[in-house]
C-alpha cells in the first residue's frame, strides 16, 4: 500500500495505491498520522488505484472519519474501483464515510 | 474631561473615577456568576451583557439630576448587566436564581412588566437592583465590592428588540414622543408580547408531544405514533435493529460500530412508512430476509467490522423487493441515502442480483 499525502491550498489530497490488509495496516496508520492534526481539515482520499481494503483498513478509515468530525472537518473519498466500494456496501461504512 | 458640575456633583464624579477599578472587578464577578447560573440550571440564553457607565454618560446624568444623590453609591445603574432569554418564563426562572445568588434591594427593585396597565403596552423587564454578598465575594481591602449596587435588567429577546428600537428613537420616555408614534410603538409592543406568548405555548405543545410520544413508544402503541424526528429518536433508544445486527454479526464475529440511524429518517418517509409501527413489522417481517442476504453478502469475507446501518439498510433493501420494487425501486433508495449518482445504478443492480439468489419469503 502506498499512501501520498499532498497539502493544496484549502485541502489535504491523499492518494491511495496497492491493498490495504493486515500485513500492512501498522504502516498505513502512520502513514495517515498528520491528517490527524489540524482544525477543520477538508480531506479528500483518491482511491483510484486502491486494489482491496480489508476490515483492518476500514478500521484506518473510521478512525480517520471521526477525528475529522471531532474537528469539524471534512473525509471524501474518491474513484473506488466497483470490488472496493463493496466492501463498503455490505459492511454499512458507506452510511460512515461520504464516497463520491 | 471637564464638565460643567456643581461641587457636589464634581465629587461623585471624583468617586467614581476612584473605583473605576472595583466595578471592573464586580462587572467580572456577576457575570461569571450569571453565566455560571444559566449553565447549571440549563436554561438557555441569548446573551448576557453587561457594562460599565462611561464618564461621560455619568457626567450627563449628573447634570441632570445630580442633586438626587449624596453618593456614588445612591447612583444603582453604575454597572448594569442584562439578561436576554428566549422565552418569557425564562425571565422568571432566572430572577429567582439572581436572588438566591445576589442581595436583592427589593426596595428599587421593579417589575417594568407588572407596571404597565391592562390596557397599555410598551416597555416589559425586570430590573434588580443587587449586591454582591460577603458569602459570594469578599476582600477586606476593598469592602465597596459589597456595598456599591448595580442593576440587573432580565427580558425576552422580542422585549429587548422593542426596547433597543424604542431607545433608537432618541426618546428617553413615552411623554416626550409624538402621539401617533407612540401610539405605533405600543402596538408593535402589543403584537410583541402576544409572539411571546405564542412561543412559549408552541415550546410547551411541543415538549407535552415529545413526553406523549415517549410513553406511546414506552407502552409499545407504536401504531399510534407518527413516524418523525422525535419518534424516529425515541424509537431508536429501544435498539430495536440489535437482535437483527448481533445475528449478522455472527457470521463474521464482527465488532458492530453504532453509526447514527438519523440519516435514514427522510429515506423511510420517502418509502412511505407512516408510524413506528410500520417500522416495527419491517423488522418482524424482514429480519429472516434481510439475515440472509447478508449472509451472501458477507460469508465469503473475512470481515469483521460492521456498522449497525447494515441492519436498517438490508431491511430496507429486502422490502423493496417484496413489495415488488425491482431494481428500479433498490435505485431509487439508494439515490436517497447516498445521494444521485451513476454507481448507484451498478449498486442497485449488483443488490438485485444478490437477493435474486436468497430465497425471499
Known amino acids: ?100 | 474631561m471637564e464638565y460643567e458640575l456643581d461641587l457636589h456633583c464634581q465629587m461623585i464624579l471624583d468617586e467614581y473615577r476612584e473605583n473605576l477599578a472595583i466595578f471592573e472587578k464586580m462587572k467580572e464577578i456577576v457575570r461569571a456568576q450569571l453565566e455560571k447560573c444559566v449553565a447549571d440550571n440549563n436554561i438557555y440564553v441569548t446573551a448576557i451583557e453587561s457594562r460599565i457607565k462611561t464618564e461621560n454618560s455619568l457626567a450627563g446624568k449628573l447634570e441632570l439630576k445630580g442633586h438626587k444623590y449624596k453618593t456614588l453609591s445612591d447612583i444603582t445603574d453604575i454597572l448594569g448587566t442584562r439578561v436576554i432569554t428566549f422565552y418569557s418564563e425564562e425571565v422568571d426562572k432566572i430572577s429567582a436564581l439572581i436572588d438566591k445568588v445576589f442581595e436583592v434591594d427589593w426596595e428599587n427593585s421593579v417589575d417594568k412588566r407588572k407596571a404597565l396597565d391592562l390596557d397599555q403596552f410598551g416597555y416589559m423587564s425586570l430590573h434588580y437592583i443587587c449586591r454582591i454578598p460577603k458569602s459570594l465575594c469578599y476582600d477586606a481591602e476593598h469592602p465597596e465590592i459589597n456595598d456599591f449596587r448595580f442593576e440587573i435588567q432580565m427580558r425576552t429577546a422580542l422585549q429587548h428588540v422593542w426596547a433597543t428600537m424604542y431607545h433608537d428613537t432618541g426618546y428617553k420616555s413615552g411623554i416626550e414622543m409624538p402621539k401617533e408614534h407612540l401610539r405605533n410603538m405600543n402596538r408593535l409592543a402589543g403584537m410583541l408580547e402576544l409572539a411571546d406568548e405564542q412561543f412559549s405555548r408552541i415550546r410547551k405543545e411541543i415538549t407535552d408531544y415529545r413526553r406523549n410520544v415517549q410513553s406511546l413508544v414506552t407502552d409499545g402503541n407504536f401504531d399510534e405514533v407518527p413516524l418523525d424526528s422525535d419518534t424516529f429518536r425515541s424509537y431508536l433508544t429501544m435498539k430495536p435493529f440489535k437482535k437483527l445486527i448481533d445475528k449478522i454479526a455472527t457470521i463474521n464475529q464482527a465488532e458492530i460500530y453504532e453509526d447514527n440511524l438519523m440519516r435514514y429518517l427522510a429515506t423511510l418517509i420517502k418509502m412511505n412508512f407512516r408510524t413506528l409501527g410500520d417500522l416495527h413489522r419491517l423488522i418482524k417481517e424482514c429480519s429472516e430476509d434481510a439475515y440472509k442476504l447478508a449472509l451472501h453478502q458477507l460469508s465469503s469475507t473475512d470481515l469483521d467490522i460492521l456498522a449497525l446501518s447494515v441492519a436498517l439498510q438490508n431491511l430496507c433493501l429486502v422490502y423493496i423487493i417484496k413489495k415488488g420494487g425491482g431494481e428500479v425501486g433498490l435505485r431509487m433508495f439508494y439515490d436517497a441515502v447516498f445521494g444521485q449518482s451513476a454507481y448507484n445504478e451498478e449498486r442497485a443492480h449488483r443488490t438485485f442480483e444478490q437477493i435474486s439468489k436468497i430465497n425471499i419469503k
Do not use: H, W
Not at chain 1, 491493498?19 to 490527524?36: G, H, W
Open chain 1, 1 to 100: 500500500m502506498e499512501v501520498k499525502i499532498e497539502n493544496l491550498e484549502n485541502k489535504t489530497m491523499v492518494v491511495l495505491s496497492g491493498r490495504l490488509d493486515t500485513t500492512n495496516a501498522d504502516k498505513f496508520q502512520q502513514d495517515i498520522a498528520p491528517l490527524m492534526q489540524g482544525d477543520a481539515p477538508d480531506i479528500e482520499i483518491d482511491c483510484t488505484d486502491m486494489e482491496y481494503t480489508s476490515s483492518q483498513g476500514l478500521r484506518m478509515f473510521l478512525m480517520l472519519q471521526k477525528s475529522v468530525t471531532a474537528r469539524k472537518g471534512s473525509l471524501v473519498m474518491r474513484n473506488m474501483k466497483p470490488n472496493v466500494k463493496e466492501v463498503f456496501d455490505i459492511t454499512g461504512f458507506s452510511n460512515i464515510i461520504r464516497i463520491i
